[in-house]
């Protein structure tokens, strides 16, 4: 049964803005604050209906596969609320050093028989240096691209050195995994041993050394409406190229293990609000879409996702990819995707082609 729209006396302009949008036009931060306040379920509907009409107009049925392969694990040096591999936790999360060659191999292996686009080699730690360890990572992208099953993508953690950033791109780096998290505002409660000027930092040097930048945030982290939305409009600002959007899992042993996971609707149409804000942007569902959407995931197509992190994710299990590619398949969509295509610069006047895509739930 469809619940009464509290919205009826102030009704949202839902098909005006999609209509601005289809035509090349954007919306404002109060405009867009409206649809992540929207209630009733026949307008959230309503709203996942043109959010599906924008994905098709700026993506058509194209569906970008990303995986991952976490090289290095736990023990890590932050506090990050929503993370099993902090230190800081006790989480009974697996630790292992820099991993060996043959994993990276058998991932970009498994990638290309997946038709998957990237691979991403995250590590759980505060950042990379000039030194053995970045020496290491190259050497595993190098790997990686010679193989030439998948695009290498890295999320590192925090760089300080544009040296750091030139030297991952001459390895070549093509995208790399950031995330805002959440709003400048909220960001103290989910970290206190970085800053969110340091992610803003790092981004700084991967743009300056032509890499593409994938960089979204946790959502159900107890965060408002308001981050959600300046989350958005600040990854629109960046110029961020893939914005993922996990949702929190709530961990036992973290501080948000008791977190009340967020309504199934209420995800959905934060993922739509995402599309009006960031029309042409690959939108990626990561972290926690197993978990937190259940028999609702083929949904997130319609809420105007365009983008899939397939196969586990560092501490979150995903359905397995055959079943994501029989979703897929099911919903007349295509993830065969060109690895080395961007297609939020696909369209002529498009502002982040001037600027310069996995990333992780993590963080990093
Ligand atoms: S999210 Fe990344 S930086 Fe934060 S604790 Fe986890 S692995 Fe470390």
């Not at 340091?198 to 991967?206: K, P, Q, V, Y």
């Not at 398949?329 to 082609?353: N, R, T, Y």
């Amino acid at each position: 049964m469809m619940t009464k729209s509290v919205d009826a006396a102030n009704p949202v302009p839902v098909a005006g803005l999609g209509q601005r949008i289809l035509g090349g036009g954007e919306i404002t931060r109060s405009e867009a604050l409206g649809l992540f306040h929207i209630e009733s379920s026949a307008d959230i509907f309503d709203l996942l209906s043109w959010a599906n009409r924008i994905r098709e107009h700026f993506k058509g049925n194209k569906i970008h596969l990303c995986s991952i392969v976490n090289a290095k694990a736990g023990a890590c040096s932050e506090n990050c609320s929503f993370c099993a591999q902090s230190s800081f936790h006790q989480t009974g999360s697996p630790r292992y050093g820099f991993v060996d060659p043959a994993p990276v191999q058998e991932a970009a292996e498994e990638a290309g028989q997946n038709g998957i686009t990237a691979v991403g080699l995250v590590a759980a730690w505060k950042g990379l240096n000039e030194g053995p360890m970045l020496d290491e990572v190259c050497d595993r992208v190098r790997e990686m691209k010679a193989s030439g099953k998948t695009r290498p993508d890295v999320s590192l953690g925090i760089i300080k050195s544009q040296r750091v950033a030139d030297r991952l791109k001459e390895a070549g780096v093509e995208c790399y995994g950031h995330n805002l998290e959440s709003s400048r505002r909220f960001f103290p409660k989910t970290c206190t041993t970085h800053t969110y000027d340091d992610r803003l930092e790092t981004i700084g040097h991967l743009k300056q050394a032509g890499i593409k930048i994938c960089s979204g945030g946790i959502i159900g982290m107890g965060e408002t409406r308001e981050d959600r939305c300046d989350l958005a409009f600040a990854l629109k600002e960046i110029g961020a190229n893939v914005v993922p959007i996990n949702i929190l899992n709530p961990i036992k042993g973290t501080p948000f293990e008791k977190n009340e996971p967020l309504p199934v609707l209420e995800i959905l149409k934060t993922i739509a609000c995402f599309r009006f804000i960031l029309p042409r942007q690959e939108i990626m569902i990561a972290g926690g879409r197993t978990v937190n959407l259940r028999d609702a995931q083929s949904l997130i197509f319609m809420a105007g996702a365009s983008a899939l992190m397939v196969g586990n994710y560092l501490t979150t299990l995903n359905q397995p990819v055959e079943k994501d590619l029989q979703m897929l398949k099911d919903l007349g969509l295509d993830p065969s995707w060109d690895k080395h295509g961007f297609s939020d610069q696909a369209e002529a006047g498009c502002a982040c082609g001037e600027v310069g895509k996995v990333t992780e739930a993590v963080a990093v």
